[in-house]
């Protein structure tokens, strides 16, 4: 792990949509974690490698049968969000 996830939450929405479609939350949060960035562009990218380092929020973006999942650690990682593109 890069950085510390603090207490990691799931939208209810998500949390809904991941058991209806088998799809694994806890391997979102561990690619977010070791810097998988998902589908950012290399902007973004940057700016995650910068946050990590600087104590910034980290965003990731991963798309699973053409659903946005985010998941995302505040700047003071006190939690990590893992939410469908659509709750946030």
Not at 60 to 75: C, G, L, M, P, Q
């Amino acid at each position: 792990m890069l950085f510390s996830l603090g207490q990691i939450v799931v939208t209810r929405n998500c949390l809904n949509y991941a058991q209806e479609h088998d799809i694994n939350l806890s391997e979102l949060v561990i690619r977010h974690a070791n810097g998988d960035d998902g589908d950012l562009c290399k902007a973004d990218q940057a700016l995650n490698d910068l946050a990590i380092q600087s104590e910034g929020r980290v965003f990731s973006s991963y798309t699973i049968n053409a659903v946005k999942f985010y998941v995302i650690t505040e700047w003071d990682r006190s939690y990590t969000t893992v939410m469908l593109a659509e709750d946030y």
